[in-house]
């Protein structure tokens, strides 16, 4: 693991944008209102030859009136009992507040490295506002703005002595070889993601509450599992478009989103309770656009009352909602008592393997060979549509390309056919499968 610099404040101090420019990406969101961040959010970063993994929190307020307090407080606890250095981040426009104090009070008594960076400062003439925070007793404070940029380079020359050596090319090599996959959990607002994330870790790692809404962000976790690393990204909850009202939810909606876009895979949380809604399907459908195998995990079984009926019913959505999924494991289970949680494990790894397939090009023309044996594509247009040549481009997932006489013109349900038989042959299951037709130069 990277050195760990744990940014930590109050409400609205900027955080969330100084981690912004700390990770050169707008990864965390920004709001101008306060308690817009509630979980640990992590992300990497690199200065001069070193690098490090920095995490915003949630606004350190005690006395505020978030109903998630206590558990954002925890957070904080948890981020400063981690890192290898705290930034204490002030508001030096607004000044000095007692849940400053309190937090350098943490600082001192935690016994680890820290600095104090004093936002909103952004020019010369308003350093001056300093002196005020020099009464925490604390060493180290540093003007900045993260907004505009203003002390940057001084602050992250600060940073520097608390960072690692970034690693040779062969260590990177090594590493990306290695590189556990990233589990995108998706599913309707309340379903029960950060609940299972938290119950999959083993601690409270995420805010979770009854109300819907509670994450706001994309949240990446580590984990091992007998011996394999897995990178679970638990998601905003996504609601209709209609009910899509404010702009903070849009951009967690969006945030949610684009997480699948770099997943390797996604499971799909659902309400047992509720069962399953167009909603579930269309983010089922995004999902298989982006290529990503699919889990589906029936949370809050614990609760379920009648369960044969219940059952029946989502077997029955399952097979008019999500035709499209095919053969998705689909997972009976609860967040709150880990029942049949352990099983996510093996369904991910078996997955894994069929998303990263490769097979040779010899082996590919013998499949479609045989297939296009087996069932003679019909006529298109003055002939007969002929196969010359196939092979396999990419993996994650398995993508394949055909080149055809006559690509516009090979049906759909052809297609689909011989997308079948490349599944059956290699056993691709548990995936979505590419084919590309295209067409041979010089031939017709």
């Avoid at 640990?40 to 606004?59: E, I």
């Avoid at 606890?77 to 981040?89: F, G, H, K, M, Y």
């Avoid at 819907?212 to 679970?232: C, H, I, M, S, W």
């Amino acid at each position: 693991m990277c050195a760990l610099v744990a940014l930590v404040g109050r409400p609205n101090v900027g955080k969330s944008s100084l981690f912004n420019r700390l990770v050169g990406k707008p990864l965390a969101l920004v709001d101008n209102r306060p308690g817009v961040t509630r979980d640990r959010y992590y992300g990497s970063f690199s200065l001069d030859g070193r690098q490090g993994v920095v995490v915003d929190t949630g606004g350190f307020d005690p006395g505020g009136n978030d109903p998630l307090k206590d558990q954002i407080r925890v957070q904080v606890l948890a981020a400063l009992a981690e890192s290898n250095l705290t930034v204490l981040v002030v508001d030096g426009q607004s000044g000095l507040t007692p849940h400053d104090w309190e937090l350098a009070q943490l600082l001192r008594c935690s016994g680890r490295p820290y600095l104090v960076a004093v936002n909103k400062i952004d020019r010369p003439e308003k350093e001056s506002a300093l002196t005020e925070f020099h009464e925490l007793g604390l060493d180290g404070l540093w003007p900045v703005s993260a907004a505009h940029g203003y002390g940057l380079r001084d602050f992250k020359e600060a940073l520097l002595p608390f960072l690692d050596q970034v690693p040779s090319d062969e260590d990177k090599v090594s590493s990306q070889s290695e590189t556990p996959p990233r589990v995108a959990v998706i599913g309707r607002p309340n379903a029960g993601k950060s609940s299972l994330i938290n119950r999959l870790v083993g601690n409270e790692r995420l805010v979770v509450d009854s109300r819907p809404g509670t994450t706001r962000d994309a949240v990446d976790v580590e984990l091992e599992v007998r011996g394999r690393r897995y990178v679970f990204v638990d998601t905003a909850g996504v609601r209709r478009r209609g009910r899509i009202d404010e702009k903070l939810e849009k951009l967690s909606v969006l945030r949610a989103l684009r997480s699948l876009d770099r997943a390797d895979l996604a499971i799909l949380v659902v309400d047992a309770l509720l069962g399953l809604s167009e909603q579930d399907a269309h983010l089922a459908g995004y999902a298989v656009e982006q290529g990503c195998p699919i889990i589906i995990l029936a949370n809050k079984w614990d609760a379920v009352k009648n369960r044969v009926e219940t059952r029946k019913e989502l077997s029955r959505a399952l097979d008019l909602k999500m035709t499209f999924l095919e053969k998705a494991p689909f997972v009976i289970g609860s967040a709150r008592t880990g029942l049949r949680l352990d099983s996510l494990f093996s369904l991910i790894d078996q997955s894994m393997v069929q998303y990263r397939f490769r097979a040779a090009t010899a082996e590919v023309n013998r499949v479609i060979e045989a297939a296009v044996e087996a069932h003679t594509p019909p006529y298109a247009g003055q002939g007969r549509l002929k196969f010359y040549y196939a092979t396999q481009v990419a993996s994650r997932p398995p993508t394949f390309v055909i080149f055809t006489n006559k690509p516009d013109l090979v049906h759909f349900s052809y297609q689909r056919f011989l997308v079948n038989r490349l599944k059956e042959a290699f056993g691709l299951d548990l995936v979505p499968v590419r084919l590309f037709l295209r067409s041979r130069s010089g031939r017709h």
